[in-house]
């Protein structure tokens, strides 16, 4: 075969994804995607479980397609379902990717957030010190998190202490 | 063996020795292995312990990818010194962090990493702990521990075994030297004491032991032994002698015995040859033999018994023949057989009996007893032969037989085979069913003339003699009588058997009563010939009917014709006028009534003769112009350009159907218009397409069938031109509208109307006789609803069929295609006529001026209804026709006798003599071979018609008698002007003599006044010569006769105007010279046109009539004194 004939063959296949062209390193964003992922293995919500674990996403952001792609994995015996949502169906979540918003939207998301209990992960330098719960970094270019335990505390969410250990912890910045 | 010679004393030691280390050794072993185990447990114990601790601790590093963290938690492992390795693996195997106690050692997991997994080998174990979070596995952990621990402690345990084995042996050494004494020293007592008796033979020698033990023992028993040698010593001593002296007496016994010996063998040796020789014969027969004892027990076989049995002699030897039963004979039958066997000393039969194999099998067996010299039976012999295949075969042949004869048996014929000499050698059971005979030897070897009477028999004999000789099969039917008088009637077959070399061996033959089939086949026929005598008598009432109403139809029609003629008060005037449309619409319905009954007996036919459309079509114009206009409804005849005039099918047929179109049409009609439209759909091409004529036809109205059904016309194959009409003569050269000329033409006729509409539901019944869509129809518009059924079975009889697209409320369409045959030939002048007919004098004045050629004629009517007689007469004599009549055929005749007559009507029903007979007479007559007969006939089928023209008439006028059709049809057949050879004076017809005297007829024409002429200038030429004029008339029409008008025509229409132009510029000037004024004026129209470089076939048309009525005019002309004018007569001038 050659290679234009590979190419009109990975083409027809993988007409709905680009499972052909990825590559096998991990993305940074499928790495946060991952992260997020197992977030929800170490955190118990204030309100009694659901056979879903919600998880919603404000904002467009690179990292939205790999989030896209956890929807349907399950957790325990918990299904997790990814869904883009307007701001004010915030109580829905069990879990918000905020991204990188605009400040000043930043706190009325967070507010909400804390009322309804939701574990909110943040993807931009200094949203922890703001009052995200988690938010990602990057160390030695590799994916980190910080942790705000105040703000989860705050609206109720428990943070395992194994991931107390992993991540570094801040506090919000008055 | 060295343990053997070694004495017991070392034995002893050696024993106890082993036992006490062996005991020791295993008692340290498995101690020593069961701590072992305990440790290893609790070793693999304590790593699943920390593997687990570490997998839950490790699991967040891991997930998260945080190296350090899990590199920390691992290195917690540096408190437990035998942990050599310890590390954390991610789901796909690769170490993710990892501990080493001395730094060294990589391992990776493949396998293993979802489940728990111990390892361990001599050196080392591990365990593979599975990292687990929430349900989901994440990686694994695996620990490895060493065994120097435990190991150390086995090592020590051995040595300690050791040491303490060693001083057991020591102590159980020492011991045992001591003991054993007791036991070693009285043995070697004994001993000595035996090996003394054995040398010495003494055995009164006894041993001193005394004790209660086991050698104790052994010791009294030793010396009981001796005491009993001692004993039997002296026994054997004696005993010997006495055997001595019996050997003695038994060798003189054994000599004498042995000389009998000798001599019985020799007569034994004789006798084995002959026994040898039965021996081979039984060996060889085929038949099997058994010999049993007087026990029945088996005693010897031969090979053939076991050839057909299977069992060899050793296997049967001793038991009963019983063994061979199938079970398939009761115990009676062997009770019998012992009985006879018992009785008469042998027993034959056959048996079925079973081989070894299981196979059934029939023996014939014969059993003889064997009886000694006291007549007790000492043995059976059965002798026996295995029939199987033969008792098979025979079966079969049995079964086919069988098969052959069932056949026979069962067939309905009675079948038999007779041999060259006629005797019967086989027949069925149906021969003695039918023949009553009852024995089969009353038929076997008998031959007819034993059976049946003689003649019958002689007559078979016959049929057989005669198939035996031509060799061929022979079919008969014959009826015979039987003595009660019935009649039978026989169909008999009979074939000769022939062998292959062609012999003949004799006949076979089959028989059957048919006299039912033959009495069906009877009844079969009375009913067709009834049903056709039905058929006839229903077509004679059909004729009679309409020969019936017609006669008086025919006076009442003409009778107010010609009382319309007759000056009238308007009063008056308005009611004959009803009488005649009444009893025109009487006629109609009467027309429809018999059409219908003609088309339900399929007497309808169809003819195909030449007619020309224009004159259909002028027709129907004028029948509804009238009926249109009445209403103020726009009525047209719409007809394209292309379609060709002259046509061969029925005209009739297709101008009723039409008629019935346009009739409805227009009484259902009430505003806006009704159109006949006629186009050319295909030409020539049978097989064509429908072409965008459809689609325009189509756009009006949704297209429906009647029945549902998608709309084609099925389309008749060609026909050949021919029927009753023969080609039109006069006319023939006029104009066409195309070459078409023997071709084919697809029409599509189509009659359009903004009427009342037909509702979609209502469209099934409109074909259907005596139903109008609404009952209240018939009330509101008239009418017997037969219009369509009638027209819708003539299209089907002319290979077509309605289409019919209708909106209730908006108007219908009525539309079909016909394929009819072209000819050019067909064309006659068309034949104007003036609407204002009902006018007094109107129809005086046409038939006037249309019979002009006729005037003068002498026509003979034959007519039985004296009415119609006159009305005949008066239709005639207003064309200037002399009329004779005739009451009946006789009376015809009589006439034609005394005068001369141009032609004759002669009605075909009379009393007396009717038409068709008294025209046989006629033309019996040479001199009336070419007098023109011109049937009036009330019968309109086409049969009544062909028997006319059979009979010898030329043609045929159907009543009610149309006074223009009766003149078309004269004008055709009559050439007055040639035929009046005769003189007519002499004698008078007797009943009517003309009252009425034609213009011009044997008078001096008023040459000045003749019509179309202009002829004053010309008389003064010829200084008023009128014999001079008529002589150049006629040298004009000579001249001009013989140039026929059709060179003109196909001229033109070959394109060649200039030749056409040239001829009729020739006629215009001689017209114009001889003052035939309104030919020059027809003639200079057709040469300006074709000097224009036109051709219009309308006014060649127009150009034609006047030509011919021109030369009509001049034909007419007469001298005075002159009577026979012509110099061109033709043939069959009356003498």
Known sequence: MNPLKVFMLCAVLTMPSYACAQTAAPEESEVKAAFVYNFAKFVEWPLPSSPEIMLCMLGDGPVDEALGNLGGKSIGDRKLKVKRIAFRNVRDCDLLFVGAPEKQRLEQILDAAREAGVLTIGDAPGLAQQGVMLNFYLLDNKVRFEINLEAANHAGVKISSKLIQLGKMVSTSK | ?1135
């Open chain 2, 1 to 1135: 063996m060295m343990l053997k010679n070694t004495s017991i004393k070392r034995k002893l030691i050696l024993i106890n020795l082993i036992t006490v280390g062996v005991a020791l050794v295993l008692i340290a072993t498995a101690a020593i292995v069961g701590q072992v185990q305990a440790l290893r447990h609790s070793l693999l114990h304590d790593l699943h312990l920390q593997s687990k601790i570490i997998a839950s601790n490790g699991a967040a590093s891991l997930v998260f990818n945080d190296h350090k963290a899990a590199t920390e938690i691992l290195s917690a492992l540096n408190t437990s010194p035998n942990i050599v390795y310890a590390a954390i693996y991610t789901p796909n195997g690769a170490e993710f962090a990892a501990y080493r106690r001395n730094g060294t050692g990589v391992r990776t997991l493949q396998d293993g990493m979802r489940k728990e997994e111990n390892f361990a080998s001599r050196e080392r174990v591990g365990v593979t702990q599975p990292i687990n979070l929430s349900g989901e596995n994440v990686g694994a952990i695996f620990i490895e521990s060493d065994l120097e621990q435990i190991n150390s402690l086995v090592r020590h345990q051995a040595l300690l075994v050791i040491t303490v084995l060693l001083a057991v042996f020591g102590v159980v050494f020492l011991l045992l030297h001591k003991l054993q004494k007791g036991i070693v020293d009285p043995l070697l007592g004994l001993a000595q004491l035996m090996h003394r008796v054995s040398q010495d033979r003494s055995y009164s020698v006894r041993a001193k032991f005394s004790g209660r033990d086991e050698i104790g023992l052994l010791a009294g028993c030793f010396n009981d032994m001796l005491a009993q040698i001692e004993k039997h010593d002296g026994e054997l001593e004696r005993h010997r002698l006495e055997l001595e002296q019996l050997v003695g007496q038994r060798t003189v016994q054994l000599e004498q015995e042995l000389r009998e010996r000798i001599r019985v063998e020799q007569e034994l040796k004789h006798s084995n040859k002959e026994l040898q020789l039965a021996a081979t014969v039984l060996n060889t027969v085929d038949e099997a033999v058994l010999v049993t004892d007087q026990d029945n027990l088996i005693i010897m076989t031969n090979p053939a018994f076991s050839g057909i049995t299977g069992y060899s002699p050793d296997e049967v030897l001793g038991k009963n023949p019983h063994m061979l039963s199938s079970g398939m004979q009761s115990p009676d039958f062997y009770g019998e057989m012992w009985k006879t066997l018992s009785a008469a000393g042998s027993w034959q039969g056959e048996i079925w009996n079973r081989r070894k194999n299981g196979e059934l099998y029939v023996e014939c067996l014969s059993i003889k007893q064997v009886c000694d010299n006291k007549g007790n039976a000492t043995h059976y012999v059965a002798v026996f032969s295995d029939v199987t295949d033969r008792k098979q075969a025979e079966k079969k042949l049995r079964a086919s037989n069988a098969n052959l004869n069932a056949m026979l048996d069962n067939s309905p014929y009675l079948m038999w085979l007779k041999d060259t000499d006629g005797r019967f050698i086989k027949v069925n059971r149906p021969f003695f069913n039918t023949t009553g005979l009852k024995r089969i030897q009353d038929v076997l070897g008998r031959t007819d003339l034993d059976l049946w009477p003689e003649e019958m028999a002689e007559k078979y004999r016959a049929d057989d003699a005669e198939v035996m000789s031509t060799r061929q099969q022979k079919l008969t039917e014959e009826m015979s009588v039987m003595e009660n008088g019935e009649v039978h009637w026989v169909e008999t077959f009979k074939a000769p058997i022939l062998d292959e070399n062609g012999q003949v061996l004799g006949t076979t033959g089959f028989a059957r009563d048919i006299t039912e089939h033959r009495q069906h086949i009877d009844g079969l026929r009375k009913a067709q010939e009834l049903a056709e005598e039905i058929a006839a008598a229903k077509s004679n009432f059909l004729s009679n009917m309409s020969h019936e109403i017609r006669t008086p139809m025919n006076a009442i029609i003409g009778l107010s014709q010609l009382a319309l003629n007759q000056p009238t008060p308007p009063g008056v005037r308005s009611y004959l006028e009803k009488i005649f449309n009444s009893s025109h619409s009487l006629l109609g319905i009467l027309n429809d009534i018999l059409d219908l009954s003609k088309i339900e007996a399929r007497h309808m036919t169809i003819e195909h003769g030449n007619f020309d459309l224009d004159i259909v079509l002028g027709n129907l114009d004028d029948l509804f112009a009238v009926s249109a206009g009445d209403k103020h409804l726009d009525f047209r005849i719409e007809v394209s350009p292309d379609v060709p005039r002259g046509l061969v099918g029925d005209a009739l047929r297709l101008k009723q159907v039409l008629s019935n179109l346009l009739g409805n049409a227009i009484k259902f009609t009430e505003r806006g218009k009704v159109t006949l439209k006629i186009s050319v759909q295909e030409t020539g091409n049978r097989h064509g397409k429908a072409t965008h004529n459809d689609a325009s036809r189509h756009d009006r109205f949704p297209l429906l069938n009647p029945d549902g059904t998608t709309s084609h016309s099925t389309k008749p194959a060609s026909v050949p031109v021919a029927g009753c009409l023969p080609p039109a003569g006069e006319g023939a050269n006029e104009s066409l509208r195309g070459p078409r000329s023997g071709g084919q033409a697809t029409l599509l006729f189509s009659v359009e109307d903004t009427g009342i509409g037909i509702a979609k539901e209502d469209m099934p019944k409109l074909f259907q006789p005596f139903s109008q869509v609404d009952g209240s129809i018939s009330r509101r518009f008239g009418g017997t609803g037969l219009g369509l059924a009638i027209s819708h079975n003539l299209l089907q009889l002319m290979g077509s069929k309605f289409t019919v697209g209708s909106v209730s409320g908006k108007g219908s369409t009525f539309s079909f295609e016909l394929v009819l045959g072209t000819n050019p030939d067909a064309i006659r002048s068309k034949i104007t006529r003036g609407k204002d007919k009902w006018k007094a004098g109107s129809l005086s004045s046409e038939l006037r001026g249309r019979g002009q050629p006729l005037a003068g004629a002498r026509i003979l009517v034959a007519e039985d209804d004296a009415t119609n007689r006159q009305v005949v007469r008066e239709f005639l004599e207003l064309s200037g026709i002399t009329v004779a009549l005739a009451g009946n055929g006789k009376e015809a005749l009589e006439l034609l006798d005394k005068g001369r007559f141009d032609a004759v009507l002669m009605d075909v029903h009379m009393p007396v003599m009717n038409g068709v007979e008294a025209v046989r007479h006629i033309r019996a007559q040479p001199r009336f071979a070419h007098l023109t007969i011109i049937a009036l006939t009330a019968g309109i089928s086409g049969e009544e018609r062909d028997t006319c023209l059979a009979s010898g008439m030329n043609d045929f006028i159907a009543k009610p008698i149309q006074p223009e059709e009766l003149i078309a049809k004269l004008l055709r057949w009559v050439k007055h002007g040639e035929e009046t050879a005769m003189a007519s004076g002499t004698g008078s017809p007797g009943t009517a003599l003309p009252e009425h005297v034609p213009l011009q007829t044997e008078s001096n024409p008023d040459l000045g006044n003749l019509p179309g002429f202009e002829l004053g200038n010309i008389l003064k030429m010829l200084k008023g010569n009128q014999q001079q004029l008529v002589e150049l008339l006629r040298f004009f029409m000579d001249d001009w006769a013989n140039v026929p008008i059709a060179v003109i025509e196909t001229k033109a229409m070959a394109g060649d105007l200039r030749a056409a132009w040239e001829l009729v510029h020739k006629l215009t000037g001689a017209a114009v010279n001889l003052g035939a004024m309104s030919l020059h004026a027809a003639a200079r129209q057709l040469e300006s046109e074709l000097k224009a470089g036109r051709y219009d076939p309308a006014i060649f048309a127009a150009f034609h009539d006047e030509f011919n009525r021109t030369m009509s005019v001049i034909a007419g002309l007469r001298l005075p004194g002159e009577q026979v004018p012509d110099s061109r007569g033709s043939a069959g001038a009356p003498k």
